[in-house]
Nanobody, 121 residues
């Protein structure tokens, strides 16, 4: 089984910063793409940022220039540094990983349990 455990959410004032972490554990061959998604109340889950094994990144337009995704492959951990936070960034943030359980298996999606980020004065 593969588990993704997130940490680092909380309450922050507009303009502030937070850093999210997500560590993958369990039995698997490799992790391909890792990323962060978010879901605000009454809205669909949306992509925030992703990072591949080679370090290529992709960001939602709404967070470009403010958020930075990074990855420590040795620790199977992905980070999201969030700066200049806005009230509209308030959401539950979910970690995602595309994991290959064995050498011959294709990648499967795994999700963390989510961590709440609230931006409010």
């Amino acid at each position: 089984q593969v588990q993704l455990v997130e940490s680092g959410g909380g309450l922050v004032q507009p303009g502030g910063s937070l850093r999210l972490s997500c560590a993958a554990s369990g039995s698997f061959f490799s992790i391909n793409v890792m990323g962060w998604y978010r879901q605000a109340p009454g809205k669909e889950r949306e992509l925030v940022a992703t990072v591949t094994t080679s370090g290529s990144t992709n960001y939602a337009d709404s967070v470009k220039g403010r958020f930075t995704i990074s990855r420590d492959s040795n620790k199977n951990t992905v980070y999201l540094q969030m700066n200049s936070l806005k009230p509209e960034d308030t959401a539950v943030y979910y970690c995602n990983a595309v994991v290959r359980r064995t050498l011959v298996s294709s990648g499967s999606n795994y999700w963390g349990q989510g961590t709440q980020v609230t931006v409010s004065s």
